[in-house]
């Protein structure tokens, strides 16, 4: 039996569910659900699901403003990690701003998370000397590296969904 297709769509109310039972499995302190229904009413955000079949896999948001986004959050159930779909959602997230016009994509990633690192490296992601916030995460005290991307660009485009 092959594997369910896997979509890429608008994130809902109706996903807050399974999105915040991959939210808990995946950080320390989650977000809460009124905090990503509220990102779901506001003009600036998009946010993404992942589904293989009908369960969602996986999400991922940004804030767009002007020119710039900024990428808020990506998960994947642990179930589910090392399948592409982290890279599905930010090559989606990464269209949409093209398509907004947005120019530069900004995120943070914890000093600790090297496959994440590397896959934002693989997209075309960099920092530079010094780019990071000294004790970012608030659950562990950890610092964040400060990657962007610049011109948003199609760049990494091996595998593109």
């Not at 996986?58 to 767009?64: D, F, P």
């Not at 920092?127 to 660009?153: F, Q, S």
């Amino acid at each position: 039996m092959g594997e369910a297709e896997v979509t890429i769509s608008p994130m809902t109310p109706a996903d807050l569910d399974e999105v915040m039972a991959i939210e808990h499995l995946s950080y320390l302190t989650p977000w809460s659900r009124d905090a990503f229904a509220s990102e779901l009413l506001q003009r600036y955000t998009v946010y993404l699901v992942a589904r293989e079949g009908q369960r969602v896999v996986g999400y991922a948001g940004m804030h767009v403003i002007w020119e710039q986004a900024h990428v808020t959050n990506i998960a994947v159930h642990p179930e589910c990690r090392g399948r592409g779909f982290g890279e599905r959602l930010l090559r989606e997230l990464m269209r949409v701003a093209r398509r907004k016009g947005v120019r530069q994509m900004t995120l943070e990633v914890r000093v600790s998370n090297a496959p994440a690192q590397g896959l934002y490296r693989k997209l075309g992601f960099v920092t530079a000397p010094g780019a990071v916030r000294k004790g970012y995460y608030t659950d562990t005290g950890e610092d964040a590296i400060v990657m962007w991307k610049e011109p948003l660009d199609e760049t990494g485009q091996e595998g593109a969904v």
